[in-house]
């Protein structure tokens, strides 16, 4: 069935440093990619997105990168701040609107 | 500001006992997912509809679990009867899943206990 790998589970990184976070998807017809945010005790936030006719997308400090020939997409985080530390997760989507979840990235961002 | 609301927001009873979690979608979104998190297994899709009909539950175990629109403001799922192993956080999340327009925004979550 539909899978989507996330990599890694874990990540920890200084202040002012950059974090990266992959992952790769099973299903070729995936068209949507989002990932979410996850703060201690709140629902998945929405940072940011991709579609699949584009190859990179940017807001501020946030960037997401798409190759859709080796179905990989990733997660680019400059200037992380603590307030980034957090569970990221990747998703992609088809066209009946449902979306494959990765596992997630815990984040901390150390001052 | 428009946000998906769930309640309750916790949720401890006993094995056994029937468990409602309910859920209003943003008004005009017309797809409602349901979402369970465990450390272990993560992000499970449970169930999702469109236009109020099901249309996919293969995530949820039908002996137990049952999800329903009963119109466009309010989603329930229930489980019954509980067991500890259906202790989780439930999230509902609504879209306008129509093309590409896939953006699925979250409620906050019904932790549920099962002892």
């Known amino acids: 069935g539909e899978n989507v790998e996330q990599h890694p589970s874990t990540l920890s990184v200084q202040e002012g440093d950059s974090a990266v976070i992959k992952c790769t998807y099973s299903d070729s017809a995936s068209n949507y990619f989002p990932w979410y945010k996850q703060e201690l005790g709140k629902g998945p936030q929405l940072i940011i997105d991709?579609?699949?006719?584009?190859g990179e997308k940017k807001d501020q400090r946030i960037a997401v990168t798409l190759n859709k020939t080796a179905k990989h997409f990733s997660l680019h985080i400059t200037e992380t701040q603590p307030e980034d530390s957090a569970v990221y997760f990747c998703a992609a989507g088809g066209s009946q609107g449902n979306l494959i979840f990765g596992k997630g990235t815990k984040l901390s961002v150390k001052p | 500001d428009a946000r998906v609301t769930q309640t309750p927001r916790h949720k401890v009873t006993e094995m056994g006992q029937e468990v409602t979690m309910r859920c209003q979608p943003i008004?005009?979104?017309?797809?409602v997912f349901w979402y369970r998190q465990t450390m272990m297994q993560g992000l499970e899709l449970l169930a999702y509809f469109r236009n109020r009909a099901p249309l996919d539950d293969s995530g949820m175990p039908k002996d137990r679990f049952s999800a329903e629109m009963p119109d466009a403001t309010l989603a329930t799922l229930k489980i019954q009867p509980s067991e500890p192993r259906d202790s989780a956080v439930y999230f509902c999340?609504?879209?306008?899943?129509?093309?590409?327009?896939?953006?699925?925004?979250f409620g906050p979550g019904t932790r549920l206990t099962v002892l």
């Open positions: 991709i579609r699949s006719n584009v």
């Open positions: 008004l005009g979104h017309n797809t």
């Open positions: 999340a609504s879209g306008l899943g129509f093309g590409s327009y896939n953006e699925q925004f």
